[in-house]
C-alpha cells in the first residue's frame, strides 16, 4: 500500500463529471445492483469483477465450471483511488474499476496534507473513494516501531483527511484497513463465560473453561509467558471470532496502535466503510502477498488465522461501496486457516520439493521487534449483508482455488515449472528480512 503520491491526479478514462453538496454527508442507499448469472469455465483470474463458486471434479481434481455472478455497478460513476499509483490493493482495484468501465483515477497528492487532498477532490469530484494508502514498512511493520511519526502522519493524520474531507463532501469512503487490532485477556475470558449467554457452542464452552485454567497454571509457574494473540476467549477451531463491534485491543506493534486509533474515529462518519483485511493472498508471488512472505521465512508459527482471498474479496468491496455500505466490516473470508495448511497446498500445486519448519511463539519473539497479532474476525455481519450474488467462500475452499489460479498464472507467465525466485529455497529471516546464515 503506498502513501506518498505526488503531481495531479490522472484519468483512466474519459467521463461526465458529478456535482456533489458541500457539508453534507453522502447517505446509504438500500438499493442492490442488477445482476447477471452466466456459465463459464476457469481460469477466469485474469477477470478480477467475478466471484466464483468452483465445482471440482473429485477424479482429475480439475475445475469442471463455474457460476459466476457478474454485477452490474449503477451508482459508482467516478473513483479516487489513494494509494493505487504504487500501492498493491490500490492498484488492483484501480484496474478494475477500468475493466468495468467505470471512470476512475489515482490520488497523486499525499494525504497528509489535507489542502492537497481537498483541492484534488474538488477537481476531480468523485461519487466514491477508495482508500488504500498506508504505511506498513519494509520488510515489515518492524520498520514502524522506527519510524513513527512517518507512521502517524500517514495512517492516522492522512487517514483522517480523506474521511472527513470526502464525508464533508458527500463522498462514499471505503478504507481498506486491518484486522491486525485484537488480543484477549483471561480476565475477559471469565466475564464473557459468566455473562455472555450468545455463546451456543457448549464444546467451545467446555473448552474455554479447560484452557483458562490451564493458562492460569502456566502462568503460576512461568510468569513470563510471552503475548499470543490466540488464547482462551477464542479457543483454536471454536469459530468464535471478534466482531465488528468489540473495540480494538491489541498494542503489541505500532503499526497496529495507529491503526486501533483510527477504527473508532472512522466509524464516526456515516460515509465511511472500514473494512478489516488481514493477511492478504493474492494470486500470485507478489510480494505483499501472505502466501510469498512465509515461504520465504526460514521458519514460520503454525497458528490459524482469518485471511483475505483478494480475488474473491476485492470484487466483493466495489459491490458493498455500490450499494451504499458504511460502518466496520470484518473483511476475510469465514474460517480459519493454519501457516502449515498454507504452506502445505504451496507445496501441493507449486513447489513439490518445498519445505518448512516450525517455531515457537517465544523463538519467534526473539527476531521481532514488534508482536504480532493472531486471531479469527467472525465474517457473520459481511456474509449477512453482502449484496445478493455475490459468492464468498469459505477459507480453505478460497485457498485451494486461489492455489489452483496461482498454478495456471504462473504456468502461463513461464515461472512453472522450473524458474520459481530463487529466495523460495535460500529462506530469510522472518524479522529482517535479510538472508539466513547457513550453519
Known amino acids: 500500500m503506498a502513501s506518498h503520491q505526488h503531481q495531479h491526479a490522472t484519468p483512466s478514462r474519459h ?90 483515477y489515482n490520488s497523486e497528492v499525499r494525504i497528509e496534507n489535507r489542502a492537497d487532498v481537498e483541492a484534488e477532490l474538488d477537481k476531480i469530484k468523485p461519487t466514491h473513494a477508495l482508500m488504500s494508502a498506508g504505511i506498513t514498512g519494509r520488510p515489515n511493520i518492524d520498520w514502524c516501531e522506527d519510524h513513527k511519526a512517518e507512521t502517524i502522519r500517514t495512517n492516522v493524520i492522512g487517514t483522517l483527511n480523506v474521511a472527513d474531507l470526502c464525508c464533508l463532501k458527500g463522498i462514499h469512503t471505503t478504507v481498506y484497513a486491518t484486522g491486525c487490532i485484537f488480543k484477549v485477556s483471561v480476565v475477559a475470558t471469565m466475564f464473557r463465560l459468566l455473562f ?38 477464542h479457543p483454536l477451531g471454536s469459530g468464535i471470532g471478534f466482531t465488528e463491534e468489540d473495540k480494538p485491543n491489541f498494542d503489541g506493534s505500532f503499526y497496529s496502535q495507529t491503526k486501533g486509533y483510527m477504527e473508532p474515529m472512522l466509524k464516526t462518519y456515516p460515509t465511511c466503510l472500514i473494512l ?89 519473539a526473539q527476531i521481532l521487534k514488534a508482536d504480532r497479532s493472531n486471531n479469527e474476525l467472525d465474517a457473520t455481519k459481511l456474509m449477512r449483508d453482502m449484496p445478493e450474488g455475490v459468492v464468498i467462500n469459505d477459507i480453505k475452499t478460497a485457498f485451494d482455488l486461489c ?14 515449472p522450473n524458474n520459481l525466485p530463487p529466495e523460495f529455497s535460500h529462506k530469510v529471516n522472518g524479522g529482517t528480512g535479510k538472508p539466513v546464515e547457513k550453519k
Not at 24 to 49: A, D, G
Not at 63 to 70: A, G, L, Q, V, Y
Not at 204 to 230: D, E, G, N
Not at 403 to 416: D, T
Open 15 to 104: 467521463g461526465n463529471t458529478h456535482s456533489h453538496e458541500k457539508g453534507r454527508c453522502l447517505e446509504k442507499t438500500s438499493q442492490s445492483p442488477q445482476r447477471i448469472l452466466t456459465l463459464v469455465s476457469l481460469p477466469r483470474s485474469e477477470k478480477p469483477f467475478i466471484n466464483a463458486t468452483n465445482t471440482i471434479n473429485t477424479t482429475n481434481n480439475n475445475i469442471t465450471n463455474t457460476i459466476i455472478s457478474i454485477m452490474e455497478i449503477k451508482n459508482i460513476k467516478k473513483v479516487l483511488v489513494y494509494g493505487g499509483k504504487t500501492g498493491w490493493i490500490g492498484g488492483i482495484m484501480h484496474e478494475m474499476c477500468k475493466e468495468h468501465g467505470i471512470e476512475v
Open 196 to 233: 455472555d449467554h450468545s455463546l451456543k457452542k457448549i464444546k467451545a464452552y467446555i473448552i474455554m473453561i479447560s484452557r483458562l485454567f490451564s493458562y492460569i497454571i502456566k502462568l503460576l509457574v512461568t510468569p513470563s509467558l510471552p503475548h499470543c494473540q490466540y488464547d482462551d476467549a
Open 276 to 364: 478489516r483485511v488481514r493477511m492478504p493472498v493474492s494470486d500470485d508471488l507478489s510480494h505483499r502477498n501472505f502466501v510469498t512472505k512465509i515461504a520465504k521465512y526460514e521458519k514460520v508459527v503454525n497458528i490459524p488465522n482469518s485471511m483475505t482471498i483478494l480475488t474473491e474479496m476485492l470484487p466483493a468491496s466495489l459491490a458493498m461501496a455500490d450499494k451504499g455500505l458504511t460502518g466496520v466490516y470484518n473483511f476475510c473470508n469465514p474460517g480459519v486457516i493454519s501457516h502449515n495448511e498454507v504452506l502445505d497446498l504451496f507445496k501441493k500445486y507449486i513447489d513439490p520439493t518445498f519445505s518448512y519448519s516450525n517455531f515457537t511463539l517465544e523463538e519467534q
Open 403 to 416: 492455489f489452483q489460479r496461482m498454478k495456471v498464472n504462473l504456468e502461463k507467465s513461464g515461472v512453472l
